[in-house]
């Protein structure tokens, strides 16, 4: 799994022809998240507060 980058606890990872629109992932403890590249809206998933 590509990860970009780590922080804080959380994960950032991008899949190669994954899905439009173009997005990462966000992976906080049991929690994923998919935000939207150009907009930064969650488009599925959800992270705590603190996360996000």
């Known amino acids: 799994m590509p990860e ?3 922080f804080f ?3 950032i990872r991008m899949y ?3 899905h439009s629109p173009p997005h ?3 992976i906080y403890q ?3 998240a ?3 590249i150009n907009t930064l ?3 599925r998933g959800k992270l ?3 996360a996000h």
Do not use: Q
């Open 4 to 6: 970009i980058s780590r």
């Open 41 to 43: 809206e969650v488009i």
């Open 16 to 18: 190669f022809g994954d």
């Open 48 to 50: 705590p507060n603190r």
């Open 34 to 36: 998919e935000y939207d």
């Open 30 to 32: 049991d929690d994923t």
């Open 9 to 11: 606890g959380i994960i």
């Open 24 to 26: 990462f992932h966000a």
